[in-house]
């Protein structure tokens, strides 16, 4: 199914995990130890067609690993007495029992002359009965059965006799068949009757998947995470029925039915009448539910005619009675099916019906407009489309509002005025906005713009350049583009009389400054919002706008150090909320959210991102939803929690803004990198880089170039970790920027001392203090202590770096920080070692990789678990570093260059590198030299 813009991969799997049926593998073997035992059971499992009975079977057997015999009924069994007997003598012959299977088919095909027919049919049934019960108490035995919706009577009493006799030996039948084939007063359902009734057996019915288990699938089947989009729609077609699901992803980008579905339709519908037809036609037309009088009406025909269809398509299956005037398709792809076999003029016809009647007896207006544009009646379906349309707004039903607005477009007569196509574009693109649509947002928006001004209204053409500017934004423009399109509407401004209305200039100049914030110029989103907000002040039509300034003012206070930005924040989205002002409501939550994600305010930041995510499912703004959950991905990362990469990859495949695409490779880079997969992350951090470079946005270019940096530097690639902190040093530097920079500096501080640069470690965090101090963002100054303790304990400073190194643990673990936190840990736990405190450096590298185990942060558990706990371990080292002592001693236990890269999970030519320093170092020529070297050195 292709879901705006997303297409099923065709390499998708056939058969995917087994969803929501772990209760029925539970009892399956709970019930096998008690046949085990001595207490033979027989076990129905019943379910609808496409639900996975057969599926569950195999999953027993799987599970059990036990002598098993299969057989079944096949279509038109009915007709064959003792047909699933026969069937299970093929069975016992392929297993090679012939003298079972010849004693079943002679006593079957014997017929005894004496006695009445009656006292003959109860002799072979109990004969039948006795020689498989015979066979299962021999050894323990699963016996399953399939399809019993098609077994003929002689079959089930055979059944029936052997329910009975099972439970004196040591096996279990398992037996299915179709719940919804079992029609009231047929031979199916008296038997099955009696076998519950009687205690002889027990049933298990399997549900439909709900759309969790439906996602969990689908999700199994595709390898990746679909769209929520996509997997709504899955839903539906599907009703829930793996076999559906596994057919609808099966068929790759194709939205129609599958064959397999559409020909079992065709099959039940050829034997119908000409009047049935028309009826379930009629019916198709007017939706997967519908009421009995409605379809009459439609349909033309007499209620008994109606009636009489309704009874024949519920006997085929294909109809079920919701009550008794409601009645509904089996499945909607049954619905499907019809409505695609029928031809382009019967749908135009009975749609036109469905439409004309639906307005008479009151129905929904989106319905109305759905039915008037099938039935190519645009004038009809417009008139519906828009006031249906606004008042899917009015309620917050997003995607259903953009939906009808263009359909009122699409409806729209050619020669309507500019001015009235202006406002339908705008009120498109608003909706468009709301879920995630920025892209085609923009193009409704430079629409209206153009028409506004086509139709003389400047104003508001201007005042449309601000959502322009936003749209523009979250699909990839950078600030000088945006800020060209505020500077030239303020230009069509300055032309009219007075200079255009204060309300409207206040508004450009409040988009101005919502640019200049997310692009990090502090001072300038400041000084434009002040203005925006003195010229909106006095408009009390405009209080929204008061309020979006008021949220862009708050958190320009944030990232300037002024904690007073969260209350005015809070106060914006209160405020905002009461009045029902939707849009700066959101705002103002996505401010919040995000904002606390970046500044190290975690516990602050889950709380209001729950609350955003909520608030934004609810009104289908599905835009702020998509930005909030990858936000809380990123915080789940920061502290070690679990989710983030789940919520990071459903941002990545929902959401389409592409600051949404950022934070998301973002997270799903430091995933990698805590795991030690080293490549992945890099592919992750380079296209996140690559975005934000396009936006030209430090706080979209940064944190990629910081994670691109920890790789370096544990890929031991020094030179390349420093070359990346001073890149990013310096687009904080050029704007006075903090909340980007501290996570650098230990990063730099590390690849510094690493490359024996004691010096320009010290310089760096001279620097890099002198920067965080002059916005003094709480939290982030830890990252100075931590960098000197670094030093100092480079330095031989025990005591320093220890006073160091446990103010800033201390400050990681307040804000809830993993990944620095547990390095701090392993920090002092190499402290203690160099100060012989063999205990402490224990309990500090075991509380370091139990944390860092809990994170799943495996790169961080093999840190801890290099860490000697022997103070004389490196003293053998001699002019090596640490690491190239490792490497030259596996060169002396004879590892290649590969080898050791595997071993020390490093990259190949770092290996080679290693080698390369080591042979210099010690001023030898060959790999057999360094070995002795360290034979004599230990």
């Not at 130890?33 to 076990?43: D, H, K, L, P």
């Not at 009826?279 to 009459?296: K, N, P, Q, R």
């Not at 009808?404 to 699409?410: D, G, K, N, Q, T």
């Not at 070690?640 to 919520?647: H, L, N, V």
């Amino acid at each position: 199914m292709n879901i705006d813009g997303y297409v099923a991969p065709f390499e998708a799997r056939v058969s995917g995990a087994l969803v929501d049926r772990a209760e029925v593998l539970e009892l399956s073997v709970r019930r096998w130890a008690e046949s085990a035992g001595g207490a033979g059971q027989f076990v129905l499992v019943a379910g609808e067609a496409g639900i996975g009975k057969t599926r569950v079977l195999d999953e027993v057997a799987e599970a059990l690993d036990v002598p098993a015999l299969s057989t079944r009924a096949w279509p038109r069994d009915s007709e064959v007495p003792g047909a699933v007997v026969i069937e299970l003598m093929r069975e016992l012959r392929r297993q090679g029992d012939e003298r079972l299977a010849e004693a079943l088919s002679e006593r079957l095909m014997r017929d005894d002359g004496a006695g009445d027919p009656a006292r003959r049919h109860r002799l072979l049934v109990g004969d039948l009965a006795d020689m498989i019960a015979s066979r299962l108490s021999e050894t323990p035995t699963l016996l399953r059965i399939e399809d019993l919706h098609w077994a003929d009577e002689l079959s089930l009493e055979i059944l029936e006799r052997l329910a009975q006799m099972i439970r004196i030996t040591s096996s279990m039948v398992l037996a299915t068949f179709r719940s919804d084939e079992v029609i009231t007063g047929s031979a199916l359902a008296a038997w099955r009757t009696r076998l519950l009734q009687q205690r002889f057996a027990e049933e298990v019915h399997l549900q439909r998947l709900t759309p969790e288990g439906t996602a969990v699938l689908a999700e199994s089947l595709l390898g990746e995470v679909p769209p929520s989009d996509f997997l709504e729609t899955l839903h539906e077609r599907s009703n829930g029925i793996p076999l559906h699901i596994e057919e609808l992803i099966a068929a790759g980008g194709s939205g129609a039915v599958p064959e397999t579905v559409a020909e079992a339709v065709r099959e039940r519908t050829a034997r119908l009448d000409h009047t049935i037809c028309g009826i379930v036609g009629a019916a198709a037309v007017i939706g997967c539910s519908f009421e009995f009088d409605l379809l009459a009406e439609v349909s033309g025909e007499p209620d008994a005619e109606v009636d009489r269809a309704l009874r024949t398509l519920r006997e085929q299956h294909l109809m079920v009675a919701l009550s008794d005037t409601k009645f509904d398709f089996r499945h909607a792809l049954i619905r499907d099916a019809l409505y695609e076999d029928m031809t382009p003029f019967r749908k135009r016809t009975v749609h036109a019906a469905v439409a004309r009647v639906s307005e008479r007896a009151g129905l929904r207006r989106s319905y109305l407009s759905e039915q008037y544009e099938l039935a190519q009646l645009p004038h009809e379906a417009h008139e519906h489309a828009v006031e249906s349309a606004m008042a899917a707004a009015h309620i917050s039903a997003h995607r259903e509002a953009a939906e009808l607005y263009e359909r009122a477009l699409r409806t729209l007569p050619d020669d309507a005025p500019a001015s009235e196509r202006a406002v339908l574009h705008t009120r498109l693109g608003v909706e468009l906005s709301a879920i995630d649509q920025d892209d085609r947002a923009a193009i409704c928006f430079e629409s209206a713009i153009e028409e506004s001004r086509e139709a003389g209204d400047i104003d508001t053409a201007a005042c449309l350049v601000g959502k322009l500017m936003n749209s523009r934004h979250l699909t990839g423009a950078d600030l000088d583009q945006r800020i060209e399109l505020a500077r030239t509407a303020l230009s069509w401004l300055d032309e009219l009389p007075a200079g255009g209305r204060d309300t409207t200039r206040g508004l450009v100049l409040s988009a101005m400054a919502s640019a200049y914030l997310v692009s990090d110029r502090l001072d300038e989103a400041r000084t434009t919002a002040q203005s925006a907000a003195a010229l909106l002040a006095d408009n009390a039509d405009d209080v929204g706008q008061q309020l979006d300034v008021q949220a862009t003012l708050g958190t320009t206070m944030l990232f300037a150090g002024e904690q007073d930005g969260w209350a005015v924040l809070e106060r914006v989205r209160d405020d905002a909320t009461r009045a029902d002002y939707e849009a700066e409501s959101v705002r103002a939550r996505r401010m919040l959210g995000s904002s606390a994600s970046v500044l190290l305010e975690y516990p602050r930041a889950l709380g209001w991102i729950s609350d955003g995510l909520q608030f934004t499912a609810e009104i289908d703004r599905w835009n702020d939803y998509n930005y909030l959950l990858a936000h809380r991905a990123h915080v789940r990362w920061a502290t070690g929690a679990d989710g983030a990469e789940r919520d990071a990859r459903q941002a990545l495949v929902d959401g389409r803004g592409i600051t949404t695409e950022i934070q998301s490779h973002l997270v799903l880079g430091y995933v990698r990198l805590s795991h030690g997969e080293f490549a992945d992350a890099t592919a992750h951090l380079e296209h996140a880089l690559e975005l934000g470079e396009q936006m030209n946005e430090i706080q979209r270019i940064s944190p990629a170039l910081w994670g691109l940096a920890e790789v370096a530097l544990h890929e031991e690639r020094y030179d390349d970790a420093i070359a990346l902190c001073e890149r990013g040093y310096l687009l904080s530097d050029a704007i006075g920027d903090a909340s980007n920079l501290f996570p650098f500096v230990v990063t730099g501080t590390r690849a510094f001392l690493a490359a024996r640069d004691n010096a320009g470690a010290r310089s760096w965090v001279d620097r890099s203090a002198a920067l965080l101090a002059r916005r003094a963002i709480p939290g982030t100054m830890a990252a100075i202590d931590h960098a000197e303790g670094l030093i100092h304990q480079a330095e031989g400073r025990a005591t320093q770096a220890k006073e160091l190194l446990e103010r800033a643990s201390a400050v990681w673990d307040e804000r809830g920080r993993f990944w620095e936190g547990v390095q701090a840990l392993l920090d002092l736990a190499r402290c203690a070692v160099r100060g012989r405190r063999a205990g402490e450096a224990t309990r500090l590298a075991a509380d370091a990789r139990r944390r860092a185990a809990e994170a799943n942060a495996t790169v961080l558990v093999r840190m801890a678990d290099a860490i000697k706990l022997d103070p004389t371990a490196d003293t053998a080292a001699g002019p090596l570093t640490a690491r190239e002592f490792e490497v030259a001693k596996l060169i002396a236990d004879g590892a290649t260059n590969r080898e050791i890269a595997e071993q020390l999970v490093i990259a190949p030519k770092t290996a080679s590198t290693h080698v390369e320093h080591i042979l210099a170092k010690l001023g030898v020529a060959r790999r057999a030299e360094i070995a002795a070297w360290v034979s004599r050195s230990e």
